[in-house]
């Protein structure tokens, strides 16, 4: 069984710009996590999407935002792209919402912001 | 919002050794996971924990889920060299519907 895969792996993005990142879950999978990941703050939740509704979200500003299609694929766009914004954004899929222990997570995308 | 404290942030230890690494906070959990992470890798889960008491083991991993629900340890025995990484604990307060909370890491450098 495949895992979950993002994309693209690495991506280097001026300030102001905005960047889009995808996800696919493991198939199956119906929610999908987002995180961002920086050696400062470490794991930091984003939002959950679960059968095409955004279930959780986290403290990030709305330039941050993420949409989940019918087949669970899931995309997080950033707007106007700040330096802080440089990070690993981690995706994991899991079987349904809010369950821990079947999340899997791919292996990110690394994004920096110059 | 709810934090977990991660403790040792960093160990270097002797291939052979056992390690010991806790997670506390300062709110009840429901739920305990033990992750690790390879550079470049996502974190991937070693461990889940519901029950509080509950001990499980993974091969040479064990943790424990704390009696006051507001801790939680991993043990790795016999440590060996791909037991290097980032081992991160993370605890959500209820029963899944809110998100994951994540501590700051534990980096393990194992030396041959």
């Known amino acids: 069984k495949a895992g979950v895969t993002q994309t693209p792996r690495y991506l280097i993005k001026t300030r102001g710009q905005q960047v889009t990142l995808s996800c696919s879950p493991i198939s199956g999978h119906r929610s999908v996590s987002w995180y961002q990941q920086t050696p400062g703050q470490g794991l930091q939740f984003l939002f959950e999407y679960f059968s095409e509704t955004q279930r959780n979200k986290g403290n990030f500003p709305g330039r941050f935002s993420g949409r989940q299609f019918s087949n669970s694929r899931s995309e997080m766009n950033v707007s106007t792209l700040e330096l802080g914004d440089s990070a690993l954004y981690l995706c994991?899929?899991?079987?349904?919402?809010?369950?821990?222990?079947?999340?899997?997570f791919g292996p990110g995308t690394r994004l920096l912001v110059l | 919002g709810q934090q977990l404290n991660q403790s040792p942030q960093s160990m270097f230890i002797q291939e052979g050794e056992d390690v010991s690494m806790n997670c506390t906070s300062s709110s009840i959990f429901n739920t305990w996971l033990w992750y690790k992470q390879d550079p470049g890798e996502g974190p991937v889960l070693l461990i889940a924990l519901y029950k509080a008491g509950e001990l499980t083991s993974n091969g040479r991993l064990t943790a424990q889920f704390g009696i006051t629900r507001k801790d939680s340890f991993l043990n790795i025995s016999a440590s060996i060299p791909s037991d290097v990484g980032i081992y991160f604990c993370?605890?959500?307060?209820?029963?899944?519907?809110?998100?994951?909370?994540f501590g700051k890491g534990t980096r393990l450098s194992v030396i041959a």
């Open positions: 994991a899929s899991s079987l349904m919402a809010g369950d821990s222990g079947t999340q899997y």
């Open positions: 993370a605890g959500r307060i209820d029963s899944g519907n809110t998100p994951l909370v």
